[in-house]
């Protein structure tokens, strides 16, 4: 299941990759050629896609235990230390992941009636991937800080 979902976190990643490509290509290709078109929805739904991008990036990058990692104080410290920086690093992440979803609650709230500027989209899907790209940060800090954890009390 675990391997499942990480295929699938991976090619989402890749698809969002692809969707900037695509859409700013098409954007340059109109922009700069007699084609009759607006380009202003390439820029507005790229950013969308980046957005979706950087923050399903960060829960992937947690999967992989890849914040936060200094590689020389890694081979320094000793494994029960490290282990310690770990977990306390996991924890830090944790409270801070939390009050940015309780931020991202309160932002629906307060941005459910306006639009965006350029295409008049609701302003609200651009703190759906915030919301989605958090949640998934937990999850992944939650597993990596149980595992830790486990080992931890194992030692």
């Not at 940015?100 to 899907?125: A, C, H, K």
Request: glycine fraction near 6%; aromatic fraction near 14%; charged fraction near 10%.
């Amino acid at each position: 299941m675990a391997e499942i979902a990480s295929k699938a976190e991976s090619l989402s990643l890749i698809f969002f990759l692809c969707m900037i490509v695509l859409i700013v290509f098409a954007g340059v290709i109109v922009r700069y050629t007699p084609i009759s078109g607006l380009t202003i929805w390439t820029a507005e739904l790229a950013r969308l896609f980046l957005l979706w991008m950087v923050f399903w990036s960060a829960g992937a990058v947690e999967r992989h235990s890849g914040h936060y990692r200094i590689d020389l104080i890694d081979s320094v410290l000793s494994s029960n230390a490290l282990l310690f920086l770990q977990l306390l690093f996991r924890l830090i992440l944790l409270v801070a992941m939390g009050i940015l979803i309780w931020w991202t609650i309160v932002y629906f709230g307060v941005v459910s009636n306006t639009r965006t500027l350029l295409l008049e989209w609701p302003e609200v899907i651009r703190a759906i991937p915030l919301l989605f790209g958090s949640v998934l940060l937990v999850t992944h800090c939650l597993i990596g800080f149980v595992q830790n954890l486990l080992r931890w009390f194992r030692k």
